[in-house]
């Protein structure tokens, strides 16, 4: 089947710093690089990478050129990727420890001004079966799931970054919820249930070191996987990557425990790496981390 990713594309900063700065205070940047990044871009460079066939539904600017392009290199088709004159690409500064951690400032840019029209298009070919992927640094998001879903496609939704009025607008057209820890506790208190009674059909938690879960909240099946060990030099685009990784793999109908287990490795192996989109890793790159990873498989 196909992926089709309504997403935000964004050009990268990253500032390599000893710490993060305190209020009113400045401090010096060891060094400053640039690169293809954006919640969206970052999944469907996963998708892409981990071999299912994607749709990329976004906007970039006139200067953002390159992204898209960038983007096609790896196997995303970017055929409803418009150019929007009003607006440019979004960007995003990162500020990055030496351990790793992130703090991140966006610009959203033209990634919220794709119209309604090009969502239209781009969902016309879709199937019965395929998937619809969105995160929420777009607009657009209630319009595309409700088209997808009367479409006959999955909807898969990663509440980040988190906005209660967002989550709460799209989730009744949402079938699986991808969430870290502190988004899961976020998206439960704004609707008042536990975590385990969020109303869609699967839930999917990741845990940073600690791997992930997958729950079917129909039947109350649990599905955890541990992360391999690795030292962590940058944590940016890991969860993209993990979610991209995912639904792939339930793409290509593999089982749950062998999806989580690609998504796990490829978001550990990720992490291992400095940059976004550039930094995820391939399938036969993450097939070969497991076979070398002692006590993973």
């Known amino acids: 089947m ?11 900063w990253f500032y390599k710093v000893p710490r993060f700065p305190v209020n009113g205070e400045t401090i010096p940047a060891a060094n400053c690089v640039s690169g293809l990044g954006g919640k969206g871009a970052n999944q469907s460079v996963a998708l892409a990478r981990a071999g299912a066939e994607v749709h990329h539904i976004g906007a970039i600017g006139g200067e953002g050129v390159w992204a898209a392009e960038q983007m096609k290199s790896v196997g995303v088709d970017v055929t409803h990727v418009a150019i929007e004159i009003a607006a440019p690409t979004g960007h995003a500064l990162i500020f990055v ?17 794709i119209e309604s029209s090009d969502i239209k298009a781009a969902l016309a070919r879709a199937q019965a079966g395929d998937m619809l992927v969105m995160q929420n640094e777009t607009n ?23 906005d209660v009025a967002a989550v709460q607008a799209v989730l009744p057209h949402v079938d699986l919820l991808a969430v870290n820890e502190v988004e899961a506790e976020q998206v439960a208190a704004a609707l008042d249930v536990p975590i385990t009674a969020l109303p869609v059909a699967e839930l999917l938690v990741t845990h940073g070191p600690r791997g992930a879960s997958w729950h079917d909240l129909k039947t ?31 793409d290509a109908g593999l089982p749950v ?41």
């Open 140 to 162: 657009g998001q209630v319009e595309a799931a409700k088209r997808a879903r009367a479409r006959g496609m999955r909807v898969v939704y990663s509440a980040a970054p988190f």
């Open 257 to 297: 425990a062998e999806c989580l287990e690609l998504a796990v490795a490829a978001a550990a192996l990720k992490v291992t790496r400095e940059g976004t989109a550039d930094a995820i890793p391939s399938l036969a790159e993450v097939r070969s981390f497991l076979a070398e990873t002692p006590g993973v498989e």
């Open 97 to 113: 420890t030496p351990d790793g951690e992130n703090r991140i400032v966006i610009c959203p840019g033209s990634n919220r001004m």
């Open 2 to 12: 196909a992926v089709y990713n309504l997403g935000s594309i964004h050009a990268d």
């Open 220 to 250: 109350g099946e649990t599905l955890t996987v541990p992360a391999p060990k690795v030292v962590a030099v940058d944590t940016t685009g890991a969860g993209d990557t993990f979610v991209g990784y995912f639904c792939a793999g339930r």
